[in-house]
């Protein structure tokens, strides 16, 4: 199953030149936000109207190197899928512009 990420450009050129991605999230709440196909739209509206620049991953949840773990987020009433580590740059199967 595939799981999604919104990135800056910038933030995922460093990833790759690194061999993995960490997000501000993983330091500060301990895990990455993903969201599934149905949520991307929402979380792009929430959280990243005025921005530009961005990548969308496509991460294949079987390469993951770290636990993933899906869970309610409050506010939104949703599951989505954390997760609670680096994200290995090989778990990304597709990325595209947004």
Same mark, same amino acid.
């Not at 050129?13 to 690194?18: D, G, S, T």
């Not at 500060?28 to 961005?54: M, P």
């Given at each position: 199953?595939?799981?999604?990420?919104?990135?800056?450009?910038?933030?995922?050129?460093?990833?790759?030149?690194?061999?993995?991605? /960490?997000? /501000?999230?993983?330091?500060?709440?301990?895990?990455?936000?993903?969201?599934?196909?149905?949520?991307?739209?929402?979380?792009?509206?929430?959280?990243?109207? +005025?921005?530009?620049?961005?990548?969308?991953?496509?991460? +294949?949840?079987?390469?993951?190197?770290?636990?993933?773990?899906? /869970?309610?987020?409050?506010?939104?009433?949703?599951?989505?899928?954390?997760?609670?580590?680096?994200?290995?740059? +090989?778990?990304?199967?597709?990325? /595209?512009?947004?």
């Amino acid at each position: 199953p595939m799981i999604y990420h919104v990135v800056t450009q910038a933030n995922w050129e460093n990833a790759l030149q690194q061999g993995f991605y /960490e997000a /501000e999230s993983l330091a500060k709440e301990g895990f990455i936000h993903t969201s599934k196909a149905g949520q991307v739209a929402g979380v792009l509206e929430r959280y990243y109207k +005025d921005q530009s620049n961005l990548l969308l991953l496509h991460i +294949d949840e079987t390469k993951l190197t770290a636990p993933l773990k899906y /869970e309610l987020a409050p506010s939104v009433n949703e599951e989505f899928p954390h997760i609670y580590g680096r994200l290995n740059v +090989d778990a990304v199967v597709k990325v /595209e512009n947004l």
